[in-house]
């Protein structure tokens, strides 16, 4: 293949390549016969037309089809200035399976490339947008499928299990996933699947062989193996998980960030700590108010638990946590409906400082717009601003605007939209 490979040129050479064989020329003939399925043995050639010659030439250049050449090329004319692990990425991240097929047929080890600072594979890539073509074809090609990245040694089904896509964990471990793997933080797939409250997950790796321990117990609200876990060591309900980076939680925090209501009389019967806190100083019930977690929130208070002042004068009150929560959802996943329904019930909403509803100490004080602007939901965007969104309201942990969110993920439609309606960064 050329240094720098033009569409045009190869359809030109197609073309070219048709004249000749058309006119009889044995060197094209035999081209044709050496790489096209349909003239194996010299077979006849009166039939012969462009997309042959296409398929001929894409052979040539180690393609197994026109599209997946096609495909490559352009690929390449999009990320023009990127080196091979950068423009791995670009195709992985859009999804083009025609692309990414020509990529692993050009480059032998692009399976291997690793994408900087984290040094995440593709297969890592594929994993966190959910992409299962994508991980299917990147497994054909023989990637590991237990690569670290280099950053805190996820594997792909860390990365699975904690984003949220169970069928794609399934895969993984049918093609061989080490279902004990542990990342830097020494946290296991069973913990992972333990916060994302994966009860199929948990249960797919104790069959595995995986142990179940008092988080996963926890989180499959199984009373008697919880009870079992602390007759066998105390020391299990002062245990520690990591959540989410330097975060670490026990398993009272779990039961309250799950809505385990009867897990909390459990715990705290069995001598469970409900002062205990996590790295952002936060207790189980803090967790619960986080979180919209009402159920409990309110075990918890009627145990003596009491939330954080500033975080109550936040979202006001266990049951307007509940709404808050239930209008986060609706922003993350584009449900207009259910963002009109939680605002006709509350307008004051429009504007209201989300608390930390995911529980990782992070996007603490972000207002619906930042959401909508993050997920790249126009439809949400031109709702919030209708009702009254203040465009240049900052959240409390990174200071940015909503445009400003915008920018950092990338959503430049959205960035566009916000510009034009007097947002600044």
Known sequence: MSKQPNLDFYRRRAKDLLALAR???????????????????????????LHHAQLVIARENGFSSWPRLKAYIGALERTREQRPPEMLQSIVRAEDADALAGFLESHADAVELRVEPLGFTALHIATSIGWQAGVELLLEAGADIDAR??????TSLHIAVGYGFPALALLLLERGADPHATDRSGVTTLRKAAYAGD????????????????????????????????AESRAALADRMCSHRNVTIGPLHLAAFHNRARMVDVLLELGADIRATDEQGRTAVDLALHGGKRAAYERLQAHGAKAEPALLELVGSPERSERIARLHRALVHGEADAVIAELETDPTLVNQRLPDVWGTGGTYGAAPLHWAAMFGHLELARLLIDRGADLALRDLTYHGTPLGWANEYRRREMAAFLEAHGAKP
């Open 23 to 49: 006119s009889g020329d044995d060197s094209a003939l035999a081209r044709f016969t050496r790489h096209h399925p349909d003239f194996e043995g010299g077979s006849s050639f009166s039939e012969i037309a």
């Open 199 to 230: 009860r199929g997950m948990i249960s797919a790796l104790a069959e595995r062989g995986v142990p179940i321990d008092i988080f996963a117990a926890v989180a499959l609200d199984d009373e008697q193996r919880v009870r079992e876990i602390a």
């Open 149 to 154: 990245d280099r950053s805190t040694e996820l």
